[in-house]
């Protein structure tokens, strides 16, 4: 098996923008200095090292991963040849991606007692909540996070 490399100096650059609780980040990297390379693919995980199915793409050097969900997202690429002979992983870049919290849970544009009720409502269900009612950021939406709701409107205070 015939070894080449994404060049040396080959950095993996990344920018972020989020919408809700989705986000996209770009990478971008140098073109390998093997010669014979005819693509690259972009690995990414919620792991360091550990990554999932790569994003087989062509001879371009700039790639934008879409609808990641919230946490710390590890990304890397390698590049190939035309018999599928594959690199060694570049540096590795990693982005978090933060929830951003809402306290209007029943999604009217305002933040009342209406809220708590749905929030108590679909709790008592056992319905799954959207992160982004995780109003005290502790990786997950339960009854603490009611009380915060609950103080919230009671005090007149602000969303986290």
């Not at 980040?25 to 693509?39: F, K, N, R, T």
């Not at 599928?84 to 590795?92: A, L, P």
């Not at 933040?111 to 319905?127: E, F, H």
């Amino acid at each position: 098996m015939r070894k080449f490399r994404i060049a040396a100096a080959c950095a993996m650059f990344l920018a972020f923008a989020a919408s809700g609780v989705a986000a996209d980040v770009s990478l971008a990297w140098d073109h390998s200095v093997s010669p014979g390379v005819v693509g690259y693919k972009i690995y990414f995980g919620q792991t360091s090292g550990k990554y999932g199915t790569p994003i087989t793409i062509g001879y371009q050097t700039t790639y934008t991963v879409t609808g990641l969900g919230p946490g710390t997202w590890y990304f890397a690429a390698t590049a190939f040849d035309a018999s599928g002979n594959e690199s060694d992983f570049s540096n590795e870049v990693s982005q978090v991606i933060a929830v951003t919290t809402s306290c209007d849970v029943n999604g009217d544009g305002k933040i009342s007692i209406l809220d708590v009720q749905t929030m108590a409502a679909m709790l008592v269900k056992g319905q799954p909540l959207d992160p982004k009612f995780d109003l005290n950021h502790d990786g997950k939406v339960n009854v603490l996070d009611l009380q915060v709701l609950a103080d919230i409107i009671v005090k007149g205070g602000k969303c986290p």
